[in-house]
Nanobody, 128 residues
């Protein structure tokens, strides 16, 4: 089983930046489909950014393209989400999720959404 622990959330004014981290522990694998999702009160969960850790694939939701960057540090088994130019509509609980199956690369976003490996979430609040 894979354990995921997010950190780095907080409160920031519009235009500010935050960097979220997701530490991976437990059964580790050579590659994952990993991603960041968010859910605001009363809204559906949204896939924000996804990466295939062996390389060759990244995905960003249209709402965050050009502002958010997903990255990884394999030595630290950590996934990051750098969030710049934050907007009030970015306010949500942010979750990290992972799918370690090789076939996840066929459709990474869908695979991760079906995965049982999710963190507990970290709150991001952006004030205007």
């Amino acid at each position: 089983q894979v354990q995921l622990v997010e950190s780095g959330g907080g409160s920031v004014q519009a235009g500010g930046s935050l960097r979220l981290s997701c530490a991976v522990s437990g059964n580790t694998y050579s590659s994952y489909c990993m991603g960041w999702f968010r859910q605001a009160p009363g809204k559906e969960r949204e896939g924000v950014a996804v990466i295939y850790t062996a390389g060759g694939y990244t995905y960003y939701a249209d709402s965050v393209k050009g502002r958010f960057t997903i990255s990884q540090d394999n030595a630290k088994n950590t996934l990051y989400l750098q969030m710049n130019s934050l907007k009030p509509e970015d306010t949500a609980m942010y979750y990290c999720a992972a799918d370690p199956r090789r076939l996840c690369v066929i459709s990474p976003l869908s695979a991760i959404q079906r995965s049982p490996n999710w963190g507990q979430g970290t709150q991001v609040t952006v004030s205007s």
